[in-house]
Nanobody, 126 residues
Framework: QVQLVESGGGLVQAGGSLRLSCQAS????????MGWFRQAPGKEREFVAA????????YYEDSVKGRFTISRDNARNTVYLQMNSLKPEDTAVYYC???????????????????WGQGTQVTVSS
């Protein structure tokens, strides 16, 4: 099991930017594919972005393509989500997730992930 701690959330105006970080500990980080999900009030949790073990593959939900970028630093055991051109509809709790992966692929299904962080709130004002 890997422990995940998100940070970097906050309040930002529409059009602004935030960078979320997720620090992992407990296992060999480079063996894990990573993902970001979010849950808005009254809605189900949804996929945002994913990255493979070696950063060779990334995958994005359509509404964030071109605005969000997922990246990772295996030396720092950290995955990032750079969020630009934020919109009020991006307001949600953002969760980091991990899955031990034999191959370097990116996973977009919530059920694929075994470990989750506690989440960080992102609020975008109009």
């Amino acid at each position: 099991q890997v422990q995940l701690v998100e940070s970097g959330g906050g309040l930002v105006q529409a059009g602004g930017s935030l960078r979320l970080s997720c620090q992992a500990s407990g296992r060999t980080f480079s063996n894990y594919a990573m993902g970001w999900f979010r849950q808005a009030p009254g809605k189900e949790r949804e996929f945002v972005a994913a990255i493979s073990r070696s950063s060779g593959s990334t995958y994005y939900e359509d509404s964030v393509k071109g605005r969000f970028t997922i990246s990772r630093d295996n030396a720092r055991n950290t995955v990032y989500l750079q969020m630009n051109s934020l919109k009020p509809e991006d307001t949600a709790v953002y969760y980091c997730a991990a899955v031990q992966a034999r191959y370097s692929v990116a996973y977009y299904r919530e059920d694929d992930y075994s470990d989750w962080g506690q989440g960080t709130q992102v609020t975008v004002s109009s």
